[in-house]
């Protein structure tokens, strides 16, 4: 069974810098895409980043571009979010996800929450 | 950006009765569309990709259809457990993958 287990989250003030992770299971890591969804309080899903099998190709939404870094680490089955300049609209439930192909999300784990306020 | 417009924005149906959600894409997106149910308080949920294909475990009572712009989500008698809020997202001209607003399906 795929388990995809969300950690890092909290309270932040505006303009610091979190770190998201992802610790995956029951599936063979390194042979999926993997991304980051998010989702604001109360509001739909917004696709964050993704990044390939070998972390060859990595995309971002113009929203985060230049302020978060998705990276992997395929030896401890893992998947990071490193989030700098945060703003208060990066509040939301951000939810680690295993690529099935293309752009299919085939799993999602259940988010951690990330609220900016000062 | 393709932008995916999603349409009622709440529809309220009794247990039994079909439902018929649409989703809507600024630019043709072929058959590169998701469908994907989120039940509050839970993550979202695979339900058909290929805009006609059911995910591994998913009921006959969800079907999918459309090409194009133009895509149907249709459940055709409402469970219980099928009250939530129903997403459409394309896969054709990515990053980034972009999603509709949702539907939501309430008991009328």
């Known amino acids: 069974e795929v388990q995809l287990v969300e950690s890092g989250g909290g309270l932040v003030q505006p303009g610091r810098s979190l770190r998201l992770s992802c610790a995956a299971s029951?599936?063979?890591?390194?042979?999926?895409?993997m991304h980051w969804v998010r989702q604001a309080p109360g509001k739909g899903l917004e696709w964050v980043s993704r990044?390939?099998?070998?972390?060859?190709?990595?995309g971002y939404a113009d929203s985060v571009k230049g302020r978060f870094t998705i990276s992997r680490d395929n030896a401890k089955n893992s998947l990071y979010l490193q989030m700098n300049s945060l703003r208060a609209e990066d509040t939301a439930l951000y939810y680690c996800a295993k690529g099935a192909f293309g752009g299919v999300i085939g799993s999602w784990g259940q988010g951690t929450l990330v609220t900016v306020s000062s | 950006e393709i932008v995916m417009t999603q349409s009622p924005a709440t529809l309220s149906v009794s247990p039994g009765e079909r439902a018929t959600l649409s989703c809507r894409a600024s630019q043709s997106v072929s058959s590169n569309l998701v469908w994907y149910q989120q039940k509050p308080g839970q993550a979202p949920r695979l339900l058909i990709y290929g805009a006609s294909t059911r995910a591994t475990g998913i009921p006959a009572r969800f079907s999918g259809s459309g090409s194009g712009t133009e895509f149907t989500l249709t459940i055709s008698s409402l469970q219980s457990e099928d009250f939530a809020v129903y997403y459409c997202q394309q896969y054709n001209n990515w990053p980034p993958l972009t999603f509709g607003g949702g539907t939501k399906v309430e008991i009328k």
């Open positions: 990044i390939s099998w070998n972390s060859g190709s990595i």
């Open positions: 029951g599936f063979t890591f390194d042979d999926y895409a």
